[in-house]
Structure formats: C-alpha cells, structure tokens
T-cell receptor, first 112, second 113 residues
C-alpha cells in the first residue's frame, strides 16, 4: 500500500526567502505525482504535475522535482511572497489503480 | 465556465439522518472521486468512478454510498451508519488517461449537530 509523507508539517519564513517542501513515498511504481495548493476552507488547486518519466516541472516561481528511485519529490518556491501562504499537498498516482494517495500537507506561512 | 460544482457549501445533519452531497462537472471527464478531509490531515478516498454506472470503494467507504447514473454527476450520500461524519468533503474529476491532472470542486463542510 502506497504511503505518502510530507515534512515539515508547518513552515514559517520571511518574505523573499527561497524554500523547499518535501514529499516522500514508499512505492516507486507510480504514474505521476501532483502538487496542489489549498487555501483555508477551499478546494485544491493544481500547481504542477510530474509524469513518472520526467525529472522536473516548472511554472513561474515553482519548480517540482521527482526522484522515483529514492521515492522523493521536492517543491521549490523561489522568492516567497505572503500570497504563497497556504497548505501544499502532494498526491501520488500509483500504477495499479486510478486513485491517488495524498500526504497530510505542509502549511506554509510567509511573513511580510 | 468549465469546472466542478459542489452543493451545498455548508451542511448540518442531525444524528440518524442521511444527507446527500451534490457534485457536478461540465468538463466531460470520465473519472470522478470523493474525498474526505479532517483538520490538519490530507485527503482520504471514499469512492471513485471511472465510468458511468460503475464505481469502486476507496479506503474509507463504510457509512457512505454513491451513484453514477450520468457522466456529469456523482452524488455522495452520508448515511446514519457513518459514525463520525463531521468533515470537509471534496469532489474531483479527471479525464480517464493516467497522465491527466485531477481537478477539484470547492468542497462541502458537513457538521453533525
């Protein structure tokens, strides 16, 4: 059974800092890995989707990497802003099912 | 506007009542999903459907039921058998292809009185 872990559970940084969020998974046989953002009381917004054949994806100030062999993904946020404050979740889609397994998320606070 | 809608936004249930949460999508997606989210936790899969008139149990299906009579609709019923139903419920959809993004609705917050 796939298990997904996100560390740290919470992170607080000053505005302008570069930061890295971590996601690890136990079964390397995956279709893809997706990073989401969730604001309080809201649904999830997709940030980046990395296919199993890819090493990284970039969108603006965000860069996500994938290392299947070690069961890890990182989300790099450059020049953080207060508007980046949210909970970030990663989800792993495994090869043997259409469903995804989610981590518990990292809650990010960017202080002005 | 294409997207996923969920209603109601807030729902209150008395002990012993069944309630139904609505999820509709106009994205022409084949697969639809229901997740439950508890405070400070990630999402746990309740049920999913990859095609009309077919659905499978997820990791926490006990006390819940679903139907998929139309491609665009996937309602979730929370029955009285669900012992701790207070949570945030999220519906999602995806095109059937394994490489596609999962899109989420805005969620329904259910509270048991």
């Amino acid at each position: 059974k796939q298990e997904v872990t996100q560390i740290p559970a919470a992170l607080s940084v000053p505005e302008g800092e570069n930061l890295v969020l971590n996601c690890s998974f136990t079964d390397s046989a995956i279709y893809n890995l997706q990073w989401f953002r969730q604001d309080p009381g809201k649904g999830l917004t997709s940030l980046l989707l990395i296919q199993s054949s890819q090493r990284e994806q970039t969108s603006g100030r965000l860069n996500a990497s994938l290392d299947k062999s070690s069961g890890r993904s990182t989300l790099y946020i450059a020049a953080s802003q207060p508007g980046d404050s949210a909970t970030y979740l990663c989800a792993v889609r495994s090869t043997n099912a259409g469903k995804s397994t989610f981590g518990d998320g990292t809650t990010l606070t960017v202080k002005p | 506007d294409g997207g996923i809608t969920q209603s109601p936004k807030y729902l209150f249930r008395k002990e012993g009542q069944n309630v139904t949460l609505s999820c509709e999508q106009n994205l022409n997606h084949d697969a639809m999903y229901w997740y439950r989210q508890d405070p400070g936790q990630g999402l746990r899969l309740i049920y999913y459907s990859q095609i009309v008139n077919d659905f499978q149990k997820g990791d926490i299906a006990e006390g819940y039921s679903v139907s998929r009579e139309k491609k665009e609709s996937f309602p979730l019923t929370v029955t009285s058998a669900q012992k701790n139903p207070t949570a945030f419920y999220l519906c999602a959809s995806r095109r059937q292809a394994s490489t596609d993004t999962q899109y989420f609705g805005p969620g329904t917050r259910l509270t048991v009185l």
